[in-house]
Every structure is written in structure tokens, then in C-alpha cells.
């Protein structure tokens, strides 16, 4: 998949998604008969609030996430060159940009906030909150998860604090947090017990701190829980997370925790819409308020080697898969490994395609079929083009089906570092 390695800008869809479906003769949806068209919000070289100018919107190794809510806010994370600080996470409300924390700032609890290119993706909800992951100087604690909200930061989580649920075990590292409406945080997070570590899931609630789920847990299919991917969370603070499972049953699957009770949603070795079975999941999951899951997976058995799926109370379905007509010509060739989802079931999701003037493209399904929303060669605002998605492309949606997703320049450097917006076309 021809991904360029430099991360360099943000595009956010807001509002509804402009895309009209043209109809084959069999009645069918077709290929987008509309492509949105693309804004410029915000550039590299622009002032970043606070001093400085904007460099660059994500970490070379990392996928690059600008989360989006209802709101059609926008939290991303960016470098900042000649500032009084280094880098720092923001807020984009429209053309407003404010700063949500950065390096240098006061950490709740002492010292100060020292770093957040080692975990830069934030997570946002629909009341403007951002939560996130940071190193600390100075203080008690070397790391933690923190929510901003209302002019000020509260810390949810820090290394060096008891875990819960784990008898001596104190938290070493947290990572992947997680948000929904009413405050909750899901997160990942390493334990030590003595000399041994171990992997759990927490939630973060009015309750206070819980266990999730931890390495050495019972599934519940057989076996015990060995590995943990990012969880995903919806309102009613249901936990939903794809993992690995040691023993002779399922050796993993999607599974989701509810006050306390834990099911597997789906498990490797589950049938598949499109034949065969299901061999492997997705690291990382979404979910809506309505029980949906969006996954992609990798299959066995099957005509298609990977595809796309969304499973919920009237079972799995497909989605896209590989080697089917993409819009815009060509076929799907392998798919992003991060789909997104909204409260409708629409899914968005990256791909590759063969055949087609683009290699990379972004799509969007709905009940009406699937649509390209932007891929590599479209124009950009001023001049020139979309040239690269990035290393690891991902997409993001709010519950309203608004997008967010990366632009980057090519490895040689052609294409603009820059933020983008993707408006309705005029009709």
C-alpha cells in the first residue's frame, strides 16, 4: 500500500456528508456523483495560539487522529515551531483555534506537562472535553490520562497509583484513552505486580477507578485474556475492545464488558457473511450508542481475503471487501485498519484500490451504498494537489457523520502541510 511516511496535515468533514449516489442500471448504488469540496482551515506556518507557528500535525511512526464531535470541534495534536512551547494539543471550533494543554504547562497533582509525542491522539466529546495522555516533569508522577474541560485540567489516571481490580499492582503506563458523553474514560494500561507486568483495560466513572478486564482473566469462550487492543466506548459506558486469548478455544475476537459482565461479540473462527471464517481482527475497533461494532478483518475460507464489517443486534455484515468494484473505478485492495462509525451505521473507513486513477481513497458507506469522499489527485484549496494520507491512514467520524482524516507530503516532500475542511458541494 503506497503510504508516504511523513505526517503532515488534518481534513475534517463537517456537517452531512455531501455525496449523492449515482444508480446502476440494476438499481444499485453506484459511483459518487459529487465530490465534496475541500477548504483550508488552517496551514503549517500559520500562528499556533499562544506563539509560534503551526510545523507539523502528527508523529512520523503513529497514525495521525484528529477526533471530531457533534459540534463539528475538531482536537488535534501539533508541533509548534519557534513558541514558547514545543507542542501542545488544540481545539478547532470553525476558523477558532485554542490550546488545550501543552509542554511547560502546570500538570495537576505538580510539576509539568513534558511531552505528548509518545501518545498523540486525543479523544473528544460532544461537550467539547478533550482527554489525553502525557508525560509529566517535576511532579509525582512521571505519566498520566487528563481530561480538559471547562478552562481547566483534572487528571483521570497517573503512573505510580494503585491499579484496580489487581491485588498489589500499581500502574506503570496508560495509553488509548477513550471518551464518551458523560465523562467516563476507557484506557489501556500497564501493571506491575513485583517484577511482572500485565496488560488490563480500565474505566475511568463517577464510581471512580475499575478493572475492566486484565491479562490472566478468564474469556469467555475458554482460555485466559493474553493481549489487549485501544478500547472503544459508548454512553452507556459499555467497553468494547479486540483482544487476544491464550488456550485451546478461540485465540481472540472482539469482546465487550458491561457492568461487569463480559461476551464475546464475535471470535476467530466465526462464520463470515462472504464465506469462510474469521481469522484475525482489527487492533482497533468503533462503536455507536445503538450496539454497533465496525471492525476490519482478515479472513479465512473466503473469496476475499479482508474486508470491512459492522456487527450488530441483527448479526454481522459486510461491508466492502477485497477484490470488489470500489466508486471511482478500480477495485478495493486492502483496507485502513482503523474504520470508523457513526449513530446512523454509517462507516468510513481507508483503502487501497487497483486499477483506479487513485491508489488511496477514502469511502464512506451508508444504507444507500458506498462513496468515495476524497482520495489521492483531488484539488486542493490554492493550488496543487492530495497527495499521500500518510503512513497509516486512518479516518475518524462524530456521531453526526462528520470525518476527519490526515493529508501528508509524499516522501520527496510534494503536497502542503495544512488543515482542511470538507463542505457540501454546491448541487
Known amino acids: ?183 467516563d474514560v476507557a484506557f489501556l494500561a500497564t501493571v506491575r505486580r513485583g517484577r511482572d507486568s500485565i496488560e488490563a483495560v480500565c474505566l475511568a466513572s463517577a464510581r471512580g477507578l475499575a478493572k475492566v478486564v486484565a491479562q490472566g482473566d478468564a474469556a469467555p469462550a475458554g482460555g485466559t485474556f493474553a493481549g489487549f487492543g485501544p478500547p472503544a466506548l459508548d454512553a452507556g459506558a459499555r467497553v468494547v475492545y479486540a483482544a487476544v486469548v491464550d488456550g485451546p478455544a478461540v485465540p481472540g475476537g472482539i469482546f465487550a464488558t458491561e457492568a461487569g459482565q463480559t461476551r464475546m461479540v464475535l471470535g476467530a473462527g466465526d462464520d463470515t457473511p462472504v464465506g469462510g471464517i474469521f481469522a484475525k481482527f482489527s487492533e482497533r475497533v468503533a462503536v455507536n450508542d445503538r450496539g454497533a461494532v465496525a471492525f476490519t478483518a482478515v479472513l479465512n475460507g473466503a473469496a476475499a481475503r479482508e474486508g470491512v464489517f459492522l456487527v450488530d443486534r441483527a448479526g454481522v455484515r459486510k461491508i466492502a471487501a477485497a477484490g470488489e468494484a470500489a466508486p471511482g473505478g478500480g477495485v478495493f485492495a486492502h483496507f485502513g485498519a482503523w474504520p470508523a462509525l457513526a449513530a446512523d451505521g454509517t462507516v468510513a473507513f481507508t483503502a487501497s484500490v487497483d486499477g483506479a486513477r487513485s491508489d488511496v481513497a477514502i469511502f464512506v458507506a451508508t444504507a444507500a451504498g458506498i462513496a468515495r469522499l476524497v482520495s489521492q489527485g483531488d484539488a486542493l484549496p490554492g493550488g496543487g494537489t492530495l497527495l499521500s494520507f500518510g503512513l497509516h491512514p486512518v479516518v475518524s467520524m462524530a456521531p453526526t457523520g462528520a470525518v476527519t482524516f490526515t493529508t501528508v507530503p509524499t516522501a520527496t516532500g510534494q503536497g502542503s502541510e495544512a488543515l482542511f475542511s470538507v463542505s457540501p458541494s454546491a448541487r
Open 1 to 183: 500500500m503506497p503510504f508516504a511516511p511523513r505526517a503532515a496535515a488534518l481534513v475534517v468533514a463537517v456537517g452531512a456528508l455531501p455525496i449523492v449516489l449515482a444508480m446502476t442500471p440494476g438499481g444499485r448504488p453506484g459511483h459518487a456523483a459529487e465530490v465534496p469540496a475541500i477548504t483550508r482551515v488552517v496551514a503549517a506556518g500559520q500562528p499556533a495560539p499562544g506563539g509560534g507557528s503551526f510545523e507539523h500535525f502528527g508523529v512520523e511512526s503513529l497514525p495521525i487522529v484528529a477526533p471530531v464531535n457533534a459540534r463539528g470541534q475538531v482536537a488535534f495534536y501539533a508541533s509548534v515551531l519557534r513558541g514558547r512551547v514545543g507542542e501542545g494539543l488544540y481545539l478547532a471550533s470553525g476558523s477558532r483555534i485554542v490550546r488545550v494543554a501543552a509542554d511547560g504547562d502546570a500538570a495537576p497533582g505538580g510539576g509539568t506537562l513534558s511531552g505528548f509525542s509518545r501518545h498523540p491522539v486525543p479523544a473528544l466529546n460532544d461537550a467539547g472535553a478533550v482527554v489525553f495522555v502525557a508525560a509529566v516533569s517535576g511532579g509525582r508522577t512521571v505519566e498520566g490520562i487528563f481530561v480538559a474541560a471547562g478552562g481547566r485540567v483534572r487528571p483521570v489516571a497517573v503512573a505510580g497509583s494503585a491499579a484496580p481490580g489487581i491485588a498489589s499492582g500499581t500502574l506503570a503506563a496508560v495509553d488509548a484513552p477513550a471518551l464518551n458523553n458523560r465523562g
